[in-house]
């Protein structure tokens, strides 16, 4: 996100746009965004966690241990949430690729 904000700043309308992107706001972005999903495991697990689940209907003469997973839409909501982090991850890894070549920290 720093990399993109910072080639976008180099135009004049984006001046203003750095202030957003300091050391200091970049921690309290990974801290809010860590405690939201801490949050969101917390509520799944204590409302309704999922339990050990003894299976014996398909093979009758064998106990399978399955899980339940019991809230569907705690656990449903976790997986968005994890599903709308990867996407914005995915979103602004494709911003990124075209920045120039004197950027590219690689050595050959």
């Known amino acids: 996100m720093v990399v993109i904000a910072v080639f976008k700043s180099s135009r004049p309308e984006g001046k203003s746009a750095m202030k957003w992107f300091g050391a200091a706001q970049q921690r309290g972005t990974v801290m809010a965004l860590t405690a939201l999903q801490v949050v969101i495991c917390t509520v799944w697990l204590t409302t309704a966690s999922p339990t050990p689940y003894k299976n014996s209907q398909y093979i009758t003469s064998k106990i399978v241990y399955e899980c339940a997973i019991g809230s569907v839409a705690g656990f449903s909501m976790l997986l968005g949430y994890i599903g709308l982090l990867a996407a914005v991850s995915f979103l602004l890894a494709f911003l990124?690729?075209?920045?120039?070549?004197?950027?590219?920290?690689?050595?050959?």
């Open 96 to 108: 990124a690729r075209n920045l120039p070549d004197n950027f590219n920290e690689a050595k050959f």
